[in-house]
Structures are given as structure tokens and as C-alpha cells.
């Protein structure tokens, strides 16, 4: 319990220090929000009165506190351009960005798990060699370049999908996970890759150790060692890489949500900064973080619990 306190203490102060970099970052780049939003019709007295309205006046540190106080409780503030609670923005944008996200990871657990057990397995078979050089082109290709040659041979060429055809999962829940397979296949490959080659060379490493061999004294086949025993104790590298990398799929997510026209927090957050929008921008922010450090926690709970080596013990 003592552990589990320590790590919810860090994980509060690490959301802290997050949102006020990002709040402290909209408060000193150029461009005023009030002249954004009053555009052509902006006077000195207009610019005045607005930021006055909008609480810019006010000190940093006084307008940052009561922001995040608000934050914490679910008020997000009040959108500049729209004027309409950033809450109620986000509520319809989220859930589209987390499918892609957990689509996504899913997709990079059902590739590399077996992929990864099976090169390792067969080692020196011309299917492994084969499998790590594409992985190694596969690592080395951004994940929105990927996106494009997804549409371009699944859409353009193959028709499986309409480019640009997005389908709210309002409208149909099975159009909408149909059409985000692809991006999150875009998202998922690099990842994938790069999870097979730990996951291979993990395998490798353990079937080294001593057990392994007093394992097959025993009697036991390759696959009861591989399964019962050497396995278990390759996976927390890669339940450590999964857990570290919760932070990229989701920024992959934001890129790859522009590539296929996907009405996410992607492409709201680009829009938002854009128009100045900070209420916006720094509320998508905040939230992005705060599921990267809660999902990040939860793993490193998960490892602790799981391996015997950290003494299996939240305490």
C-alpha cells in the first residue's frame, strides 16, 4: 500500500508539472486569443475589454491554479472560438481517439506476440530471417507514411475503404471499427515491429539461463518450456516497452487521425491552436496526459505484481 501511495503521489505530480508546462507555454508564445478572436473588427478598447472578459488580465500563476482547480473537478473552461464548454467539445472527439488508440494497441499485441515467439523459435529458418528484415524496414518507416501507403493500396487500389470516408460510430458502430482498422494498422506496424524484435530477442535470452535446461532434464518438450516457463519471465520487457510506448501510439493517433480524416482530438487540437483556442488546446493536452500517466502507472503495477523479481508486492 505504501508503494501504491508513493506511485498515485508521483503520478499527481508529474500531472502537475505537465499541465503547467503547457499552461505556462500558451501564456508566452506570441499571439493574443482576444485579437483571434475579434479579428478584423479588433480595436484597442475591444482587445481591453475582451481579455478582461476572458480573465487574460489576471497573473499567471492565479489564472494556472484556477484552471486546474476547475480541471480536476471536470470543468475544462470554455472554448474561445465556440464559446461552449471544452467538456462537452471533447466528449463528442474522445472516444473516436481512444478506439484508434486501444485498436491500436490490440493490433501491436495480436502481431508481435506471435510473431515475435515464433522467430525466436525457429531462429535460424529462412521465415525468421525473413521476418527480422522486414522488420527493420518496417521500424524505420513513420507511421503516417505508412498511413499513406495504406490508402493509396487498400483504398485507391484494392477499394476496401473510401479515403477520407470516415463513418461516425453514431451513425454505424461496425462501418466506424471498419474504417479505423486501417489507421490503426498504420499505427500499429512500426510499434509491432519493434515489439517482435524485443519480444524474439528476450525468448533468446532466457532460453540461456539454467532453468531452461534443468526444465528439459525433466522431461518437458520445447514448447512446455517455452510456454510454462520461458516465456513468462520474457514478457516483462515487453509489458515495460507497451507501457512506455502508450505515450507514442497516442501522438500516432493525433498524426494519423490528419491522414485519414478523422474527426478526433487530433484534428481539433490543430485547429484549436491555430485559432488560439487555448481553453482547448490545453484541456486536450492535460487529458492526454493524464491517460498516459494513469495507463503507465496501472502497467508498472501490473510488472510489479507479475514479476517475482520485484518481489511481487505492492507494499
Not at 535460424?124 to 521500424?139: E, Y
Not at 532453468?211 to 528439459?216: H, K, L, N, P, Q
Not at 516483462?236 to 507501457?243: A, D, E, Q, R
Request: charged fraction near 15%; avoid cysteine; proline fraction near 4%.
Amino acid at each position: 500500500m505504501e508503494y501504491v501511495l508513493k506511485k498515485t503521489v508521483s503520478m499527481i505530480e508529474t500531472v502537475l508539472a505537465v499541465s503547467f508546462l503547457v499552461f505556462l507555454a500558451f501564456a508566452v508564445i506570441p499571439g493574443d486569443p482576444a485579437v483571434a478572436k475579434l479579428g478584423t473588427s479588433a480595436t484597442a478598447e475591444k482587445v481591453a475589454a475582451l481579455r478582461e472578459q476572458m480573465g487574460l488580465n489576471k497573473p499567471l500563476l492565479v489564472r494556472y491554479f484556477s484552471w486546474i482547480k476547475s480541471f480536476f473537478f471536470g470543468d475544462m473552461g470554455t472554448s474561445y472560438s465556440y464559446g461552449v464548454s471544452v467538456r462537452s467539445m471533447l466528449a463528442g472527439k474522445l472516444p473516436i481517439t481512444l478506439t484508434l488508440t486501444f485498436f491500436s494497441f490490440v493490433l501491436i499485441i495480436l502481431f508481435s506476440i506471435p510473431l515475435g515467439i515464433y522467430t525466436a523459435k525457429h531462429e535460424d529458418s529462412r521465415a525468421s530471417g525473413a521476418a527480422d528484415v522486414t522488420n527493420q524496414i518496417v521500424m524505420a518507416v513513420p507511421a503516417f507514411f505508412i498511413g499513406i501507403l495504406i490508402t493509396y493500396a487498400f483504398g485507391l487500389v484494392l477499394h476496401l475503404f473510401t479515403p477520407g470516408g470516415y463513418v461516425g460510430y453514431r451513425e454505424s458502430l461496425s462501418g466506424f471499427l471498419y474504417y479505423m482498422l486501417f489507421p490503426a494498422l498504420a499505427i500499429a506496424l512500426p510499434k509491432a515491429a519493434m515489439n517482435t524484435k524485443l519480444l524474439k530477442s528476450s525468448v533468446l535470452k532466457e532460453a540461456k539461463n539454467d532453468y531452461v535446461r534443468t526444465a528439459y532434464s525433466r522431461g518437458n518438450s520445447t514448447n512446455e518450456v517455452l510456454y510454462r516457463h520461458v516465456l513468462k519471465n520474457a514478457l516483462m520487457p515487453v509489458i515495460t516497452f507497451l507501457g512506455m510506448t502508450l505515450s507514442d501510439i497516442v501522438a500516432g493517433s493525433l498524426i494519423i487521425e490528419q491522414v485519414f480524416s478523422i474527426p478526433g482530438i487530433g484534428r481539433m487540437l490543430i485547429t484549436s491552436i491555430a485559432n488560439r483556442d487555448y481553453p482547448v488546446v490545453q484541456a486536450i493536452i492535460a487529458a492526454v496526459a493524464v491517460i498516459v500517466i494513469v495507463v503507465n502507472f496501472l502497467v508498472d503495477l501490473l510488472y510489479r505484481l507479475i514479476d517475482p523479481r520485484t518481489g511481487g508486492s505492492l507494499s
